[in-house]
């Protein structure tokens, strides 16, 4: 598919160019959002910052690694996508070690690895709905002094390779997966110049490496950072690479599609294409990313190829996070067409593309705290046919008050209305529904409008009026799709807190005795002919 087939991206006003490099542009014109479904995987909470991590596509199905920010729990999530506008969980598998990191499949097997554990394992996905763990390799790589293995994995022919960073320099496993559930590492491939390899990508009998260096100096103008190329047409376990291009400021994710790969850059807002066609003498063009979206596109935030376009992540910028796309009709001259999907404080991880539909998974923003499509799947439609501009998601997803008196109020909490479409949302009015609505307050500095990749709060509180669990919900009315959009509301009555009956000894008498004991140890007033009693 044509890059420029996409009409909802934010395209540039006007692009300028220097010397290999064009220039961002910075007030890029709104158009419609392709968002056609967001499905929730991992649930969000106080203390859950979910990631959907990395993901790969095989047939109907799209496998996804999971990890917590704060727990470093991981799971390896199983989606159907026989549907790909309405993705459906199929199940969840827990993994063998913390921070499940990379991911690769082949058939019916399913190959993760994991960060601090430097294991790959294996799952065989022959029944979706219930994956099993059949095997599992340590990799050298546990001798690495920061332990473990963190990038992706890629499969060529019977050979899975896993690249490992080290301290110094790293290397890539290399694993024999021929029988799946017997894997054996055998053999590793050293990284160039002091570099730590990040991210791989293959091609036909082409490996991809970008090889980031903690021996880059900035300040010289010294670098030893590269994306290399290795031929493994004689040996999976090639000695050196074809060729390597130096690329400044920290290459991090790699794609490829034929001879071009594509590669974002940490420490500058970049994405550079390199023309492998003679692979011994690689020719390099960037072009700058806007910085409203993107600054740093970090290891984290996956690059991926559909057609022309290429696609990258970010998790850091001046106003927001989001995803970019980059049009490489022309390799030597990559253009940037804009935001696909712009986010305040929201990070999207996993991009994989799927025919005309594009998969983006949520993660926490860049510092660890949470953001509205943090453990959420979002599905992207590429054609030109959706026409559907703003987006509404919150967090969190729904709010909870217990301990409450009867008559009493509660603190305040808050929750975020964040839009990470391309256009305005027009609020068009907040109310609170359902049989207890007047147990619930809100206020908020929503009124009007919400600009595109940007958020408002909402303030509720909870005065319970009678006891029993009471209910509710916050109720938006926008020009958002699927509105109005709701967000639950509960609360409990504090222990204790119920009236006792009361009944009179005699006609006339002041005499008083509780019928219930739930209120005997509590202070009991009332008045009878003007007199109070206690």
Not at 103 to 108: D, F, L, N, T, V
Not at 192 to 209: I, R
Not at 396 to 425: D, E, K, Y
Not at 439 to 455: I, K, L, M, T, W
Request: overall charge negative.
């Amino acid at each position: 598919m044509h890059a420029l087939g996409y009409p909802w991206l934010l395209r540039c006003a006007a692009c300028t160019c220097a010397a290999f490099v064009v220039s961002a542009c910075l007030h890029a014109q709104a158009i419609p959002s392709p968002i056609v479904n967001v499905l929730q995987i991992e649930p969000q909470g106080p203390a859950l910052y979910p990631s959907l991590y990395r993901g790969v596509a095989q047939g109907s199905i799209l496998y996804v690694t999971e990890q917590d920010h704060v727990s470093g729990n991981s799971n390896l999530e199983v989606i159907d996508i026989s549907s790909p506008a309405a993705p459906a969980m199929l199940s969840k598998t827990p993994g063998s070690g913390l921070w499940m990191n990379g991911i690769a499949a082949q058939g019916q097997y399913v190959y993760v690895s994991y960060w601090q554990s430097s294991v790959v394992q294996v799952f065989d996905a022959t029944n979706p709905y219930s994956l099993v763990s059949v095997g599992s390799v340590t990799t050298a790589c546990s001798n690495a002094p920061d332990g473990g293995l963190y990038g992706g994995l890629v499969i060529a022919g019977d050979y899975l390779y896993a690249p490992c960073p080290t301290d110094s320099t790293g290397f890539i496993d290399v694993i024999n997966i021929a029988t799946p559930a017997s894997p054996v590492e055998v053999g590793t491939i050293i990284a160039q110049n002091m570099t730590n390899p990040t991210s791989l990508a293959v091609w036909g009998q082409m490996l991809y490496a970008s090889e980031p260096s903690e021996a880059d100096n900035e300040s010289l103008g010294v670098y030893y950072s590269s994306v290399c190329a290795y031929s493994l047409a004689g040996s999976p376990v090639p000695a050196a690479p074809v060729s390597c291009e130096i690329v400044a400021h920290s290459p991090q994710n790699v794609a490829v599609q034929g001879s071009t790969v594509a590669a974002s850059i940490g420490n500058a807002n970049e994405l550079t294409v390199i023309d492998f066609s003679n692979s011994a003498s690689p020719v390099a063009h960037s072009v700058a990313l806007d910085p409203t979206i993107c600054i740093h596109p970090y290891i984290e935030n996956m690059v991926a190829f559909e057609g022309a376009t290429v696609f990258v992540g970010c998790s850091d910028s001046l106003d927001g996070y989001g995803v970019e796309a980059i049009d490489i009709t022309n390799s030597a001259a990559p253009s940037l067409l804009g935001a696909v999907l712009g986010s305040s404080g929201n990070s999207f991880a996993t991009i994989v593309p799927n025919g005309k539909y594009l998969y983006l998974g949520g993660n926490p923003s860049e510092n660890g705290n949470p953001s509205s499509t943090s453990g959420a799947l979002y599905t992207i439609d590429t054609s030109s046919g959706i026409n559907q501009s703003p987006y509404v998601t919150f967090l969190p997803v729904s709010l909870s008050f217990s301990s409450q008196a009867v008559g009493t109020t509660s603190a305040t909490q808050s929750m975020t209305l964040n839009n990470p479409g391309t256009a305005t949302l027009t609020i068009n009015g907040i109310s609170i529904a359902g049989n207890n609505s007047g147990d619930f307050a809100q206020a908020s500095n929503c009124a009007g409008s919400v600009a595109a990749a940007r958020n408002c709060t909402i303030l509720v509180t909870f005065t319970p009026a009678a006891l029993g669990p009471r209910r509710a919900s916050l109720s938006f009315s926008d020009n958002a799709p699927g509105t109005p959009q709701t967000v639950p509301l509960s609360g409990a009555v504090q222990a204790g807190q119920s009236f006792a009956n009361v009944v009179f000894n005699s006609i006339g008498s002041s005499s008083l005795f509780l019928e219930l004991g739930e209120a005997a140890g509590a202070m009991l007033q009332t008045t009878v002919s003007g007199e109070t009693y206690q």
